[in-house]
């Protein structure tokens, strides 16, 4: 339920409102019919001490128009902001986080510490406006439309401050717990769709049953689910890119058997693929008799190149706990590029040709002139203790343990494309070199920055990784503080640079999506969670922003030969 109780908040302001209305009635200051009926309609709310209702909350807690009014009014009266209440844990969302303008409504949750609250009073205060007034029945509150277009329309200066009531089950007019949370809207919208996989948390058994496994195209500003675009399928695929224009799509994807099949293909509405949209890693020479896989591919600004992880030998560990599945590295790899002109893949040159140097996980700068990758020397040591082959273990471990058995730290360097010819590669200052793990390097579209994953080892899905920015000529990387408490990584920006989307393990074992806003000066925000995208028992990862309008993928379809 929404009420307008402002004319109510001070104790005698009604009657200053009565003795007012008389006043002008009385004087004749409405001559006008209609100003005079108007008049008379107020007049007679206030003395009827009616409040104004409108529909709401469809798991409002009181039954009617006038229980909720009296329950309001008598919580009003009763509830004084500096007494001591029990604690309201707002889990989302988080205080002081900035929303997109295009953004629809979160879903406000909150954890309640007193057992003998039955229901809740939310207080919405806007700058200059009239308090709305909500109640619920459950720990958690899914804003109307018109209502967050409401609190969106006036936070773009001043926060939003909403605050919460618990209620005590009898009576329930008495506060006995408290919770509030100030919110605030930028004047920059996303603009983008989101492509991302929804996968079971557990990776082995993620593994074992790729159909379950669905790529979505997720629209930050719907209020509908995100379209599952493609499911159901017999083999894994995975990481995927876009070009910039959004004229392209890539995709890593293990058609046929062949764990180094990549999917290239013109982007449109239905997209119905054969054997001719793909090439295969596999088609690159190599001398130690493995299959080539091609991992972390990446298509170029312009689409007329990948480039990806080749030659490689990894290590992969399958681990029992749910928030941390796997621990997996190339102990040996290289970087080349496919053309797209010759349909030919071609080593890319990077300066050192020494067999224990492990380089992966390639990105392009926004002009396609430059790459950056994170590159390790893996000690001959290691690589005998692992078997010299690509591994897959389950060991009944944690990943802590995993990663003081199996230290690895990476740095990320920079390469000019050169079209292909390559050059030499030079370690970028502010993410390397440093006693820990740095990763996933990713420019904004604009150019300015860098940001990029950082652990104290490994290369994905480590517990401790942290986000981190820089500018592009990579000198001085600074902590970014949309970091949560575990897991933060999978980052994209969106075509505008005003946004970046990252996954994180805030809340439970299944990675969530966060956005945080990027400002002139390489600031972000304090994020927020879009939990529309979420679906249970599943997590998600891979998310890529896409250059394309909403709805411009509806289907992904392979059909197998």
Not at 185 to 195: F, L, Q
Not at 368 to 376: A, E, H, N, P, V
Request: proline share 6%; charged share 25%; glycine share 6%.
């Amino acid at each position: 339920m929404i009420l307008d109780l402002s004319f109510l908040r001070k104790e005698g302001r009604r009657d200053v409102i009565l003795q007012m209305i008389c006043r002008k009635l009385r004087n004749g200051c409405a001559r006008n019919l209609f100003c005079r009926a108007i008049l008379l309609f107020l007049l007679l709310v206030c003395a009827a001490s009616q409040i104004i209702i409108k529909a709401g909350n469809p798991h409002a807690a009181v039954k009617t128009e006038e229980d909720l009014e009296l329950k309001v009014r008598s919580v009003i009266n009763l509830y004084r902001p500096d007494d001591s209440y029990g604690k309201i844990k707002i889990r989302s969302p988080l205080n002081n986080s900035l929303f997109p303008l295009d953004m629809a409504s979160p879903l406000f949750e909150w954890d309640e510490m007193e057992d003998s609250v039955a229901q809740w009073l939310l207080i919405v205060r806007l700058e200059d406006q009239p308090a709305l007034y909500f109640t619920s029945s459950q720990p958690y509150w899914d804003p109307k439309r018109d209502v967050w277009e409401k609190i969106k329309r006036n936070s773009t200066h001043h926060p939003a401050e909403i605050t919460i009531l618990g209620l005590r089950r009898n009576p329930q007019t008495e506060v006995i717990s408290a919770g509030t949370v100030k919110i605030y809207t930028s004047n920059d919208a996303v603009g983008a769709p989101i492509m991302f996989r929804r996968v079971p948390p557990s990776f082995s058994y993620a593994s074992l049953h790729p159909d379950l496994l669905e790529w979505c195209l997720g629209d930050i500003s719907s209020y509908e689910r995100p379209t599952v675009i493609m499911s159901k399928q017999p083999f894994c695929s995975s990481c995927h890119t876009f070009s910039m224009d959004g004229k392209f799509i890539g995709m890593d994807i293990d058609y046929g058997g062949d764990k180094g099949a990549y999917l290239l293909t013109p982007l449109r509405e239905n997209i119905l693929l054969t054997r001719q949209d793909l090439f295969s890693w596999g088609d690159f020479p190599r001398n130690d008799g493995l299959a080539a896989s091609g991992i972390f591919s990446r298509l170029s600004p312009n689409g007329d190149y990948v480039v990806s992880t080749v030659n490689d030998i990894s290590f992969l560990a399958k681990i029992s706990d749910p928030y941390c599945s796997q621990l997996f590295f190339p102990i040996q790899s290289n970087l080349a590029y496919y053309d797209k002109s010759d349909r030919m893949i071609r080593r890319l040159v990077t300066g050192d040709l020494r067999r224990e140097i492990v380089e992966t996980d390639p990105s392009w700068s926004p002009d396609g002139k430059y790459l950056l990758f994170s590159r390790t020397t893996m000690t001959r040591d290691l690589f005998r203790e692992l078997g010299g082959d690509t591994i897959f273990s389950v060991e009944d471990t944690d990943i802590d343990r995993l990663n003081n058995k199996y230290p690895v730290q990476f740095d990320i360097y920079r390469v000019p494309f050169s079209r292909g010819r390559g050059g030499s590669a030079r370690a970028l200052p502010g993410a390397s070199h440093n006693g820990r793990s740095n990763y996933f390097g990713r420019y904004s579209p604009d150019g300015k920055w860098i940001v990029f994953t950082q652990s104290d080892s490994g290369l994905v899905l480590q517990p401790d990784s942290r986000l981190r920015i820089m500018p592009s000529d990579g000198s001085i990387s600074r902590p970014m503080q949309c970091n949560r408490s575990r897991l933060n990584s999978w980052h994209t920006w969106s075509p505008n640079s005003r946004w970046l989307a990252f996954v994180s393990k805030e809340n439970m074992p299944y990675t969530e999506l966060y956005l945080t806003h990027i400002d002139e000066d390489g600031n972000d925000s304090v994020p927020v969670r879009v939990s529309r995208f979420n679906k249970p028992g599943f997590a998600i990862n891979v998310p890529e922003f896409a250059n394309i309008k909403a709805g411009g993928i509806q289907k992904i379809q392979i059909i197998q030969e």
